[in-house]
């Protein structure tokens, strides 16, 4: 079990982090229109998984609007952001802020997905919710890139992430 801190606050994690070269874990999210996603519907893309708390935070929300931007224009990619918003939340969020490149999944039924990727939050207020992390796959759900970030106030490297998905073409 990996941990991650808050303003300098250890917090443990549950579930263990998939590495490089593995095979993805398969999750269900709920979108904005309450549909149930996983995997599977985004077959034969590379996938950019970003794992963050709530886009109700300064630090998700220009995560978000990043990789919205950086990713924008490839169409062999699919970013989704999996958070612990509510689907209705994420909808407000999105037309807010004009973001329209990223599927957002809200994990409100089942939590099933920080704890297949290592990032679920087991102790203190941000209980129940995802650490932030990126996760690249590649076409056939293999990672390639994997970043827990060590403090869930700071920013993931949106650079080895984009590197990530030049390399899988």
């Known amino acids: 079990m990996a941990s991650v801190t808050l303003k300098g606050n250890t917090i443990a ?4 982090l ?3 070269g593995e095979k993805a874990p398969d999750f269900k999210l709920v979108t904005q229109e309450l549909k149930e996603i996983g995997l599977k519907d985004f077959a034969g893309k590379v996938k950019v998984i970003l794992s963050v708390p709530s886009l109700d935070t300064a630090v998700c929300a220009r995560e978000t609007r990043e990789f919205n931007q950086l990713m924008g224009n490839l169409n062999h990619v699919s970013v989704i952001v999996a958070s612990g918003d509510l689907p209705f939340a994420m909808k407000r969020y999105c037309a807010a802020e004009g973001v329209e490149n990223v599927v957002t ?3 409100y039924r089942d939590q099933n ?3 297949a990727y290592g ?3 087991t102790e203190g207020g941000l209980q129940g919710l995802c650490a932030r992390a990126v996760f690249v796959l590649d076409q056939n759900d293999h990672l390639a890139h994997v970043e827990l970030v060590a403090d869930i106030g700071s920013e993931p490297d949106y650079q080895k992430a984009l590197e990530a998905v030049k390399r899988l073409g």
């Open 13 to 16: 994690l549950g579930g263990n």
């Open 113 to 115: 997905f920080s704890k």
């Open 119 to 121: 990032v679920h939050i």
């Open 105 to 107: 999944g809200s994990q």
């Open 18 to 20: 998939p590495g490089v």
